[in-house]
């Protein structure tokens, strides 16, 4: 790479090279970094998920933690083969040269890009759940609900530390993303035990149209690959990662699992794309989890950002180190993502494309694709495994992303 590309190339990587340069992290501190990357939103989701798939779908959960707990270690192997990779970027490059650079690049950026539009609209439901009453007049010819408004408060609020260079007190914040976690399954278990909810639903054993958007989400709540050279690089004794890793995610399967079923059992088909939006917002449970629920995207949404305007301030090399450019950028990305958020406020479809079309390209295809390209390992049962997930992945990308449009077109032409 000629010198400008490669300032731009370790612009881009600040926040993984920060974290890399410790080097200093215990078995301890990487199980809950990993465990707090694949745990996210998407444990209020998966009770909406196993919904659409019905009971079966539960095995659908199973296999996509298997493919990508196995793209992890695959990840890993990658890293492990030659010292120079350092993030997932170097390791689409050793592979595919630049085009595999920029192609892992792109799916990351545009994949951080759009969850934080569902961070938007995610907290502009609560937000209107909690205070259904508030009503906000128009201007002029523009007409605003009280949710849309949410949406714009939100992003006043958390404008000011995207303009942060520095942010590793909100790294610590968002490491509280663990016990939130946990925080909001107890919530709900206490509302289906002692709140009057109850666990009375069956469901339905299956529902094959809804396979798709249930593949889907599952895969959104499993997007978390391309932070495990992150993780692997800070380790003290990276030697256990893949044991780390594998504990990680049991963890964050049984989460899930626990989440999904006691949801279903609670609502039913009636369960909302978000699980908080079904519960009685006058008990104090119910107020815990959702408030806790509000609070983890808030806290990670500057963190997110940082890679996505960084790459896009590598357009302007000659503005870019200059911090009133800088500030412009980045409220104008999230001014981009305050539009979407208001013109498509339907968070389980967009976090369906998402899962279907990004997270499962960028946590399962493109490792998998990369570690047969680096190892260029013989025809066998190895081989013939990675395929199958290679595969299960572009499955999910075709049917989960056809789905997702399918049902975005029909909620915009209701809306308008």
């Known amino acids: 790479m000629d010198n400008l590309e490669g300032n731009n190339y370790n612009q ?4 993984e090279e920060e974290e890399e340069n410790g080097n200093n992290s215990s078995l301890i501190n990487t199980f809950f970094n990993g465990l707090n990357a694949i745990s996210g939103v998407g444990l209020i989701s998966v009770p909406y998920a196993l919904a659409s798939g019905g009971w079966l779908s539960l095995i659908l959960l199973f296999a996509i933690a298997v493919a990508a707990y196995y793209a992890g270690v695959l990840t890993e192997r990658c890293i492990r083969s030659d010292p120079s990779i350092k993030t997932y970027h170097d390791i689409g490059y050793f592979a ?3 085009t595999g650079k920029w192609v892992a690049s792109i799916i990351l950026y545009i994949d951080l ?5 569902g961070y938007l609209i995610l907290e502009g439901d609560h937000l209107h759940n909690l205070f259904p009453r508030v009503k906000f007049g128009g201007i002029g010819r523009l007409k605003l609900d009280g949710k849309q408004v949410f ?3 939100i992003a006043l609020v958390v404008l000011p530390s995207t303009w942060l260079d520095d942010l590793r007190i909100l790294s610590y914040i968002s490491a509280t993303g663990v016990i939130a976690n946990y925080v ?3 919530s709900i278990i206490w509302v289906g035990c002692f709140d009057g909810v109850g666990f ?3 469901g339905e054993l299956q529902n094959w149209r809804g396979i798709p958007m249930a593949a889907s989400l599952f895969m959104f709540s499993y997007s978390a690959n391309p932070v495990f050279p992150t993780l692997y690089n800070s380790m003290q004794k990276k030697q256990h990662f893949s044991k780390v890793l594998l504990l990680s995610f049991a963890c964050a399967t049984f989460c899930y699992t626990t989440m999904a079923i006691l949801g279903y059992m609670m609502f039913g088909s009636e369960v909302n794309s978000q699980i908080t939006l079904n519960l009685p917002t006058h008990k104090l449970s119910s107020k815990i989890a959702i408030y806790t629920s509000w609070i983890i995207p808030l806290s990670k949404y500057a963190l997110m950002l940082k890679p996505v305007a960084s790459a896009t301030e590598c357009w302007f090399p000659y503005y870019s180190k200059k911090r009133i450019f800088r500030i412009i950028l980045r409220t104008f990305l999230v001014v981009t993502q305050v539009i979407i958020a208001l013109t498509f406020p339907f968070f389980g479809y967009l ?3 998402v899962g279907a079309l990004l997270s499962a390209t960028a946590s399962i295809t493109v490792p998998c694709l990369c570690y047969l390209k680096i190892s260029n390992i013989n025809l066998g049962v190895r081989k013939v495994y990675i395929i199958m997930i290679i595969v299960l992945s572009l499955l999910i990308v075709g049917s989960g992303t056809y789905i997702s449009f399918v049902h975005i077109i029909k909620e915009v032409d209701k809306k308008y």
């Open 200 to 202: 009375h639903h069956k």
């Open 351 to 353: 976090m369906t494309l």
């Open 151 to 153: 949406v714009m408060i």
């Open 96 to 98: 595919y040269g630049k």
């Open 12 to 15: 881009i990587n600040s926040i």
């Open 113 to 117: 890009y759009l969850v934080l539009t």
């Open 184 to 186: 909001i399954l107890l």
